[in-house]
C-alpha cells in the first residue's frame, strides 16, 4: 500500500479508472455538493478534500494502465462534473487555452496514434450512460447539453451537473478563472490517493478504517462488495461475475425504483433505524449462525459475513449462498409489511397484527426467527400461522406481565434451533402475571390491548359493518391521573378481610386503580386538556370543548362506558374500573387464547 498527497492533474496520467460493477449508483446529493463546492471554493490551496483508494490492475504490454476505484468514487465522480461545469461555462477563449488539460483528465486514448479519446472513468452499468452524457458534451464532436429536461426524478449525476452549472454562473469570469486554476495546479495536492500494489493489501479492510468525507458506505453495501469481490476471484471471469450479479443481486434488490426505495427504506428497530437490507442480512446472519445475537452487535454485522464469504472456496458454494441471501430476500419482501399510519388492521389478518404488535413494541429481535418460519414451511401456510400465533401469545404475555426482553436474542436462537421450545417459554408467564400486569400497564401497551380487543368485536359482532381500522387513535383516563381537584368524593373501602380502609389505604387504592385497563380507552383524537381533569359528567358532555361522547366512535368507549352513561348511570368510581378491568380481562385471554395446553 502506498498512500500521497496528490492533485486531481494525477488522473492525466492515468489510463481507464474503472469502478466496479457491483458498487452502488451515484449517491451524493445537494448537501454534498455544495460541501465540495464550498470547501474547494473558500479553502487555501492544498485543502484536503477526502481519500481515494484505487488498486492497480493488471494489463497486457502496450495497454493502457488501468486503475480499480475501491473507495471515493463519490468524490471523483463529483470533482470530475465539478471541473466538466466549469469547462462549460468558462468564456470560448479560455475553453481553447485549457481544453488540453481538461481532457486529459477526462479522457484517455487507447494508443498514441488513436485519433479516438475515451471517457477515463468507466462507470458501473447503472450510472454509464448519464455520466458519458455529462462528460461528452461539448466534446468530440457532441453538442448536445446535459442541463436539458433536468427535474427532481432525474439522475443525480445529471442534477448534480445542474448544480454546479446554476452556482458557478453566479460566479464573474475571474472568479471562475481562478477555480478552474485551482482544479488544474499540480501542486494542489487535494486528495490522499492510496494505491494498492501488493497482493497482500486487504482493500476492505483499509477501507473499512477510513473516516473520509461523503456518504459513508451502509453494512449492507460492504458486504456486497466483498462478496462480489469474492465472485471475480472464484470465477476468474469478469463476464461471468457479471452475469451472475445481474441475476441476483441487481434483479432482486436494484431491478427498479421501487424496489430500490424498499430495500433503502428504514425500519425502526429499538432505538436505531436500519433499513430493509440490512435487517435481512442481520436475519440471514442469525438464522445462518455466523451472527450470534448474544455475542454479537450490529457493527459486527460486515466483518461476519467477510469472515462467512472468506471461507468459501468453490463457485457452487458460492452460488448457493447468494441463492440462499435472494431467497430469503423474496420471502423478506413478499412477507415482512411496511406498516404506517395509512394502515388498515382486521382482526383475520394474524400475520399483520404479530408486526403490528412488534412494531409498536419496538421489538425486531424475532425477526430472524419469523424469516425462518416463513422459508421453512413456506408451502404450509395453516403451520405458519400456528407457529407465529405461538410467538405472538409469547410476546404479548410477556409485554402484560411487565417481564424483561433482555433475553430475546437468547430466546430468538433457541426458537430457530428448537421450535418446540417457545411452548415451555409460554408456561413462564402464568395467568396470575396476566391479571397483575392488566391492572398495573403502561399507556403505550394499554393503547395497543385495546385497539385489538376492539377488532376483535368487530369480526365477531356482525352489527359492525367497519371490520378494518387505522391505529390513530389516542388513549384516554376515564378517571383522570389527576383527580384531587374535581374528582374529592372517595366511596368507602373495604380491605380483603373486610376491614374498612383508611382515608390514606382509599386514596392509595385510588391512586393504583388510576392504571388499571379498566379505566383507559381510546378516543379518535385527544381530549382537550382543559376537560381531561373535570368531573366524570363535563368529561363526557363536554364544556364549551367536545367531551368524550363526542369522540367516542369504537365499541370499547361507546358501549363500555357511553350507553350506561345515556342511560342514567353517571357515575364512573373503583368499582366500574375493577368491573370493566375483569371484562377486558376475559376478553384479552380470550383472543389472545392464554390456555397453554399441552
Given amino acids: 500500500m502506498k498512500a500521497e498527497a496528490k492533485s486531481l492533474k494525477f488522473l492525466s496520467l492515468e489510463g481507464k479508472v474503472k469502478i466496479p460493477f457491483f458498487q452502488r449508483t451515484y449517491v451524493w446529493d445537494e448537501e454534498n455538493w455544495e460541501n465540495l463546492l464550498t470547501e474547494f471554493s473558500h479553502k487555501p490551496q492544498g485543502n484536503f478534500l477526502g481519500s481515494i483508494i484505487l488498486k492497480q490492475l493488471p494489463t497486457s504490454s502496450g495497454e493502457p494502465k488501468q486503475l480499480e476505484v475501491i ?16 469547462y462549460d461555462i468558462l468564456p470560448r477563449e479560455l475553453q481553447e487555452n485549457c481544453k488540453g488539460d481538461v481532457m486529459n483528465i477526462l479522457f484517455y486514448k487507447k494508443d498514441y496514434t488513436s485519433r479516438n479519446y475515451e471517457i477515463k472513468i468507466e462507470h458501473s452499468q447503472v450510472d454509464v450512460d448519464v455520466y458519458q452524457k455529462v462528460i461528452k458534451a461539448n466534446f468530440i464532436n457532441d453538442t448536445s447539453s446535459p442541463t436539458e429536461n433536468i427535474n427532481e426524478n432525474s439522475h443525480n449525476i445529471l442534477k448534480c451537473y445542474q448544480y454546479f452549472y446554476n452556482e458557478l454562473e ?8 481562478k477555480l478552474l486554476n485551482k482544479m488544474l495546479d499540480p501542486e494542489n495536492k487535494m486528495l490522499v490517493v492510496i494505491d494498492l500494489v501488493e ?36 470465477y476468474d471471469n469478469k463476464n461471468e461475475a457479471i452475469k451472475l450479479y445481474k441475476k441476483t443481486w441487481e434483479k432482486t434488490f436494484l431491478s427498479n425504483e421501487k424496489m430500490v426505495k424498499y430495500w433503502e427504506t428504514e425500519r425502526l428497530t429499538g432505538r436505531l433505524k436500519r433499513d430493509n437490507l440490512e435487517m ?17 452487535t450490529l457493527s459486527d454485522l460486515s466483518k461476519l459475513y467477510k469472515n462467512e464469504i472468506k471461507r468459501i472456496d468453490s463457485k457452487e458454494d458460492l452460488q448457493k449462498f447468494i441463492e440462499e441471501i435472494i431467497g430469503y430476500a423474496n420471502i423478506y419482501c413478499e412477507k415482512f409489511p411496511a ?14 397484527r404479530l408486526f403490528h404488535i ?4 419496538q421489538i425486531s429481535t424475532f425477526h430472524p426467527y419469523i424469516l425462518f418460519i416463513f422459508k421453512k414451511f413456506q408451502n404450509d401456510d395453516n403451520i405458519i400461522r400456528e407457529m407465529l400465533g405461538m410467538l405472538e401469545k409469547f410476546i404479548v404475555r410477556r409485554m402484560i406481565a411487565q417481564h424483561e426482553t433482555k433475553n430475546y436474542n437468547k430466546y430468538c436462537k433457541e426458537f430457530i434451533h428448537n421450535s418446540d421450545s417457545i411452548i415451555s417459554k409460554l408456561r413462564e408467564t402464568t395467568d396470575k402475571d396476566i391479571t397483575n400486569g392488566l391492572r398495573r400497564i403502561s399507556n403505550k401497551n394499554a393503547a395497543l390491548l385495546l385497539f385489538w380487543v376492539e377488532l376483535w368485536r368487530r369480526i365477531k359482532d356482525e352489527k359492525y359493518d367497519t371490520k378494518e381500522l387505522k391505529y390513530t387513535y389516542s388513549l384516554e383516563h376515564i378517571m383522570p391521573q389527576k383527580w384531587e381537584e374535581y374528582w374529592k368524593k372517595i366511596p368507602e373501602k373495604y380491605n380483603t378481610d373486610g376491614s374498612k380502609m383508611s382515608d390514606e389505604e382509599a386514596k392509595k387504592d385510588r391512586e393504583e386503580k388510576i392504571y388499571w385497563i379498566g379505566n383507559m380507552t381510546l378516543l379518535r383524537t385527544n381530549l382537550n386538556s382543559a376537560l381531561q381533569n373535570y368531573t366524570f359528567e363535563k368529561k363526557m358532555e363536554g364544556e ?7 369522540y367516542a366512535d369504537l365499541s370499547i368507549t361507546k358501549d363500555d362506558i357511553v350507553k350506561p352513561y345515556d342511560d342514567g348511570d353517571k357515575k364512573w368510581d373503583e368499582k ?3 368491573e370493566r378491568t375483569n371484562k377486558l380481562e376475559r376478553e384479552i385471554k380470550g383472543i389472545f387464547d392464554f390456555s397453554i395446553r399441552g
Fill in 544 to 550: 364549551g370543548k367536545r367531551g368524550i361522547k363526542a
Fill in 170 to 177: 453566479k460566479k464573474d469570469d475571474e472568479d471562475k478563472r
Fill in 280 to 296: 435481512l442480512l442481520h436475519c440471514i446472519g442469525v438464522i445462518k449462525g455466523f451472527f450470534d445475537p448474544d455475542k454479537h
Fill in 71 to 86: 473507495d471515493g468514487q463519490q468524490r471523483l465522480t463529483t470533482l470530475s462534473i465539478l471541473l466538466k461545469a466549469l
Fill in 358 to 361: 412488534l412494531k409498536i413494541l
Fill in 199 to 234: 497482493e497482500m493489501d486487504d482493500e476492505q479492510a483499509i477501507f473499512d478504517t477510513l473516516n473520509t468525507t461523503g456518504v459513508r458506505l451502509t453494512p449492507a453495501e460492504i458486504i456486497k462488495n466483498s462478496l462480489f469481490q469474492k465472485v471475480i476471484q472464484v
Fill in 576 to 578: 366500574k374500573i375493577v
Fill in 339 to 352: 406498516l404506517d399510519k395509512a394502515t388498515l388492521f382486521t382482526f383475520k389478518d394474524s400475520i399483520n
